[in-house]
Structures are given as C-alpha cells and as structure tokens.
C-alpha cells in the first residue's frame, strides 16, 4: 500500500471506531477508539485461530508491521502533539510551579528508570543494561494520553499544571536518556552514541540543543508574526514552525521533544499575548485544538493495531503482568522524592502523589521508543512487556484517574 492509501486507511479506521465509541461505548474519545481498535484487533486474532486457513490475520499483519510506527510517531506525529499540548499550557503557571516540574522530569525520570530497570532484569532474567533501556523507555509519561485526561478530569490549577508540565518536559528528557542507554547497552548500533563518553556527549547535545533551537525558532516566529496580520497565514507559521522546525531538530541531532515543548511555549505565552491580534489567536488555537483531536484518534487507533507486532508468548505475558506494578512502584518513587524533597519549603496540594502516580499514564511514545530498539533475543520481550504497561496504564488508569482526583483532592493532605 502507499503512504497516501495507508493514511486514507488510518483516517477512515479513526472515524469509524470513533462512531461507534461515541454511539456505543460513549467513552472519552481517544481512550474509546483504543478499546475499539483492541477489540478489533483480538478478533481478528481470534478469528485466525478458530478458522487457521483464512489468512485475515496475515494479511492485516503485514500491514501494520508495513506502517513504522516508531518513525511516524517520534519523527511525524510527536512534533505537532507536543507543541499543541504545550501551546496551551500557561507558561505564568508552569513558572510558579518549576521546581517541582524540574525535579520531577529530571530526577524523577533517572530513578524511575533505575527502579524499573532494575526490577526488570530481575522478574526477565535480563542483563542489566538492557533491563534499564526498558526503564528507561517506560518511565516517562506520556503528554499525549496524560493531557487528553487532564481534559476529563476536574482538578485544583496548581495540580493540573505540575502535570502538564512534568508531562512535556519528562518526556523529552526520557527520549535522551533512553538513547544514551542503548548506545550504551548496544554498542554495535551505530545509530546511538556508544561508551559513556559518547552518552555524555549525546545528553548534553540532545537537551540543551533541542532547547536552545526550540526557543530560537519560537522567538523567530514570533518576530515574524508581530509584522504579520493575516490569520491563514499566521495559522500556517505556527504549523510550520511545530513540523519543519522538529525535522530540522531530527537532522541536526538534537532532541526534537524538548525543541516543541520549548517552541511552543514560548508562542503560547509570549506569541499570544504579544504577536496576534484576537482573531488570529482563536484561529490558532482553533486549529491546534483540531489537529490535537485528530492526531490523537489516529495515535491511539495505531496502538491498538500494535498488538499485532507483539510476541503471545507465555513468558512475556507473564513479564508485562508483572511489570505493571513495577511500572507503578518506579512512577512512585518518582513522583514521591521531589514532593519530600520539596515539602519543607512549600505548600503541598492534597493527594498530590496518589493522583500524579495513578495519572502518569504510559502511551505510544513508549511503544514507539521499543519498536525502535536495534534487533536482539530481548526486543520481543521488551516490547510485549511495554505494551501491556500501556494498555493496562490507558484504560485502565485512564478511566479512573479523574475520580481519584475528585475523591482524594477534597480529603486531607495525603502526602
């Protein structure tokens, strides 16, 4: 199939399960559509398995492994998602609330990564470098799915943006630490910076330079658009400032992630405020508003094609069962640390670190970063094992986060 007839595909799948999720399931929209696309899924699998001869499975198989889902995600979709998510959180807010945001991101993600990597090298047998790249790829949140629900939910401001914003920058930091681990963990890969020295090199060229050309190109655009007034055209700068300018973060190797969030930001604050009249700002955020929707539909729709790709495998099942409470114990820990750490100097929101464990919700990106790892023995489990951490982090953790919001964010502080 061609790129033009697979997208067609994709799009006419998200409208169609997005129907019947809203006529039938009424669940919110991206969560539903992934529940369809499971169940479809599965019955096809089920399907194959009662009449072996049939052939369906086969064929859609080779269809979804036919369409690179970590390429269209990390290097197509993830640019245009994280700058609409970042574009509308509110930049006054995410400064009042930056050290908890940073330690979160940073520290959190480095000891999540070891927990979970640790814990998986013991319940996989794995060696340890390795277990860590599956802890590495599996602890940052997911912007994507946590902002979706944040949608949902009802919860204090304060709250709402330390999770928006842990949400961002976590995972554009988890992106580095995850390809610092594998060249570290699969020095063969002449993809990823191999040796410590390479990893250190390759930290520092991915954060910081995906910062410094995300708010270069935000403040470019934003120069731009203050002699500009005409809204299409102010709608299309903004389009290309999020897809050209992550391409270009692609090409000269620094983090593409951080370079959105940082771009978007910057235009969402300083752009908005400053460089758009008030038609124009609707407009955009109109737009982005749509594109968000409509990327999210078809992210989703994809990871429950996914399963497809996955090895149903005794042993690997059994490895993604146990690895969902120790996906939430490492989210734990790194949610709990900074809020300690903090606590003495600040005032804390109650039920802080029950919400922001249950709603550090895993998604594509994680997927995407395990279908990406070079070819090995372990790569079937890693990925089977990530993909049920999602599922069960999506809809399951998903559905509920918003009443454990409501239910514990009028009780005393729990922290």
């Known amino acids: 199939m061609t790129l033009l007839q697979i997208s067609a595909l994709l799009i006419v799948l998200a409208a169609v399960f997005g129907s019947i999720n809203y006529l039938v399931l009424r669940l919110p929209s991206a969560i539903g559509i992934l529940i369809v696309s499971l169940a479809a899924s599965l019955c096809v699998l089920g399907l194959e398995l009662l009449i072996p001869g049939l052939g369906i499975a086969t064929r859609v198989r080779e269809m979804v492994t036919g369409i690179d889902f970590s390429d269209a995600l990390l290097e197509g979709m993830l640019g245009l998602l994280l700058f609409a998510g970042a574009l509308h959180v509110d930049l006054g807010d995410l400064r009042k609330e930056w050290r908890p945001v940073l330690l979160m991101a940073t520290l959190g993600v480095g ?171 609707d407009y955009v955020e109109a737009f982005w508003k749509l594109v968000d929707e409509i990327l999210n539909a078809v992210l989703f729709l994809l990871i429950g094609l996914e399963v497809f790709v996955i090895a149903f495998d005794v042993s690997a099942l059994v490895a993604g069962l146990m690895a969902i409470p120790l996906a939430l114990t490492a989210r734990l820990a790194a949610v709990s640390l900074p809020v300690m750490l903090l606590k003495p100097f600040r005032e804390t929101e109650a039920g802080i670190i029950p919400v922001m464990t249950w709603g550090g919700l895993k998604g594509g990106i994680s997927v995407a970063l395990a279908l990406s790892l070079p070819d090995s023995e372990w790569k079937p489990l890693i990925l089977t094992a990530c993909y049920i951490v999602v599922v069960f982090s999506i809809i399951i953790q998903g559905l509920t986060v918003g009443r454990l919001a409501n239910r514990v964010g009028r009780a005393p502080d729990l922290v």
């Open 111 to 281: 000891l999540s990564t070891v927990i979970a990597g640790v814990g998986f090298s013991w319940i996989a047998g794995a060696p340890i470098l390795v277990a860590l790249v599956f802890g590495a790829l599996i602890s940052p949140t997911d912007p994507v799915a946590v902002l979706g629900v944040l949608r949902e939910a009802s919860l204090p401001k304060t709250l709402e943006t330390k999770i928006a914003g842990e949400s961002l920058f976590n995972d554009g930091v988890g992106y580095v630490v995850f390809l610092v681990l594998v060249g570290i963990a699969f020095p063969g890969d002449e993809s990823h910076a191999s040796g410590l020295a390479g990893a250190a090199r390759l930290f520092v060229q991915e954060a910081i330079g995906g910062a410094v050309l995300g708010l270069v190109l935000g403040w470019l655009t934003f120069r731009l658009m203050r002699r500009i007034d005409d809204y299409p055209l102010e709608v299309l700068l903004t389009l290309a400032l999020a897809f050209g300018g992550y391409e270009l973060a692609v090409f000269l190797h620094v983090s593409g992630p951080i370079m959105a969030v940082c771009a978007g930001l910057l235009i969402g604050h300083v752009g908005t405020a400053r460089g758009m009249t008030a038609e124009t700002r």
